[in-house]
């Protein structure tokens, strides 16, 4: 009874911290989606769609995250059809953020590097095309998953009911091989276009002679493009944490499961809003007088905002 009831508090206490975590990281991002949408400024510009489009998948994927987690513990046994609808979406928008960064990216490239041609390179349209984009790559490989599952079980495991995790769906060979060789071509693609840009907004910030502080401002964007997806990158080598922690300290298997989850799943979301929004001083400038609920005494015109 004692061992049943710890469990039970454990249990409870882990879904509480997953869920209070998810609803004040929620709400942060939150505040940045509403001052986007309440402010016709941000509307014409590239870098804050993107950017919002950033956050807005940040707090999709935290709810799918926090979703199966809280279900793994309440809905121990889930119908496939449900579980796999879940996992379609989780492991979208999972793969839409690096290509997300990569996105932003290319656009501080062409601002910095051939200012010229932004205005006709990165307008609004060709931006949600871009964003549609993102959706359309990123799901391919989840669709992939449910194909490989079709390929291998009869059509009848879509109204039974199993744990819902990926690899308790996802658990052949032939998912193994997509997830690596996808990943794989996914992130080197990325790495390879952060990496490029931010060399050559590196060569342009040494030549600048009237505008080094914007190259500046955009090389260590891309830097910190750089280290978000290196936080992303922690979901796939969660696995071999997992693997040398619990071999040396096998007692706190439990407390070591839920801390990568949390490093990895949870607390990354934060950061699309930290890094970016707190930093840029047009948004910032919206988001201190949300926080400070001045929005709600006085009116703001988008033209007192410093550009």
Known sequence: MNSSRNSFEEAFMKNLITVGLGVIITYINGIFVIVFFKNPVFYTNTRYILYIHLVINDILMLFLSVTLH????????????????????ATTTTGNTPLNLAGMALERYIAICKPLHHPQLCTVKRTY???????LVSSVPALTD?????????????????????????????????TISVETLYLSCVWMTLIFTYFRVLQAAKAA?????SARKARNTI?????????CMLGYVTAVIN??????????????????????????????AVIYGFRDQKMFRYVRMYLTCSLFLTKIEPSEVET
Do not use: M
């Not at 095309?129 to 959706?135: A, D, M, P, T």
């Open 146 to 178: 449910i194909i490989i599952v079709l390929a291998n079980e009869p059509i009848s495991i879509f109204s039974t009911s199993i744990t819902c995790y990926p690899k308790s769906l996802f658990n052949t060979n032939q998912h193994l091989i997509r």
């Open 70 to 89: 809280v279900l793994v513990y309440t809905v121990p046994l889930l119908n496939v059809t449900i579980c796999s609808f879940l996992l379609l979406f």
């Open 209 to 213: 002679t009237s505008d080094q502080v």
């Open 243 to 272: 693997y040398f922690f619990l071999a040396l300290f096998p007692k706190y298997r439990s407390t070591i499961l839920f801390s990568t989850y949390l490093l990895s799943n949870v607390i990354p979301r934060l950061l699309s």
């Open 223 to 231: 830097l910190l493009h750089g280290l978000q997806l290196l936080l």
């Open 129 to 135: 095309i871009l964003i549609s984009l993102i959706w």
